[in-house]
């Protein structure tokens, strides 16, 4: 089974102690990601909706750097500043992913350490890796080559 990180550009850079993103064999998984700009850093939107918007557009740029995308995404856990957002969140969320939904938990949080931010979305996808193509440990294609699983040592003929 494959295990690596996966870098983004265009995903919000960690803001602590973790990775962008893992890969351990067919499943991804995007850590807790805000409505921030890849770019400066600082939270976009001042509604429940935009920021919506945008941490899911940080989501998908995470996923996509590892060759998936949102319709991959299994599992969903969005922590919200308020639980009276919840049917605005609802509304964005069903317009960005699609039937059959992945199953989700959506929770009331302390966002205090990140001011402003009323959305932290974390979530698991599966993703088989294709025979057809390698991926590097950063997301871009290696080779068009079948993949094959390396030899263990203890086989290998002296």
């Known amino acids: 089974m494959d295990k690596y990180v996966i870098h983004a550009k265009c ?4 803001q602590g102690a973790y990775s ?5 064999g067919d499943f991804i998984f995007v850590p807790g990601t805000g409505p921030v700009d890849p770019a400066t850093g600082k939270i976009v939107g001042d509604t429940i909706e935009r920021q919506t918007d945008k941490a899911i557009d940080n989501v998908a740029a995470i996923l996509e750097a590892d ?14 500043s ?21 199953v989700r938990t959506t929770v ?8 402003g931010m009323m959305i932290e979305i974390d979530c698991i996808a599966y993703k088989p890796e ?15 080559e079948k993949a094959s699983k390396p030899t263990p040592k203890s086989l290998l003929k002296k």
């Open 130 to 144: 294709s025979a057809g193509k390698i991926l590097s440990r950063h997301g871009r294609k290696r080779s068009s």
């Open 108 to 115: 009331g949080s302390d966002l205090g350490a990140s001011p």
């Open 11 to 14: 995903g919000e850079p960690p």
């Open 20 to 24: 962008q993103g893992w890969r351990a």
């Open 67 to 80: 060759g998936a995308s949102l319709s991959d995404v299994v599992k969903v856990t969005a922590h919200l």
């Open 82 to 102: 308020d639980p009276d957002l919840f049917s605005r969140y609802d509304e964005v969320y069903a317009r960005r992913f699609s039937r059959p939904y992945p």
